[in-house]
């Protein structure tokens, strides 16, 4: 059983940055392919972004190119999802959530899901 714990998450003012976190608390960290998804009030849980097990490969959302960067350390079992120039849409709680398949970006391909950290923008 795989259990991640997101941190990083807080207020930020429209046009900001902030940097997630997600620690696993599994040895073979490495062999997990990692994404980030995002809930807001009232909206469905969507995708925003994936990485391979060996960080060589990522996969936006569309609306998050360009914005965000997602990124893996293997060596400390955590993957980030960096944020820059942050709207007032993108105030959601974000989940990070951890597959065995060798690449996923639908929500019911991932088996292991954190307990999700709050973002909120202010504009």
């Known amino acids: 059983q795989v259990q991640l714990v997101e941190s990083g998450g807080g207020l930020v003012q429209a046009g900001g940055s902030l940097r997630l976190s997600c620690t696993a608390s599994?040895?073979?960290?490495?062999?997990?392919?990692m994404g980030w998804f995002r809930q807001a009030p009232g909206k469905e849980r969507e995708f925003v972004a994936t990485?391979?097990?060996?960080?060589?490969?990522?996969d936006y959302a569309n609306s998050m190119k360009g914005r965000f960067t997602i990124s893996r350390d293997n060596a400390k079992n955590t993957v980030y999802l960096q944020m820059n120039s942050l709207k007032p849409e993108d105030t959601a709680i974000y989940y990070c959530a951890a597959t065995a398949r060798r690449w996923a970006r639908s929500m019911r391909e991932y088996d292991y899901w954190g307990q999700g950290t709050q973002v909120t923008v202010s504009s």
């Open positions: 990485i391979s097990w060996g960080g060589g490969t990522t």
């Open positions: 599994e040895r073979t960290f490495s062999i997990y392919t």
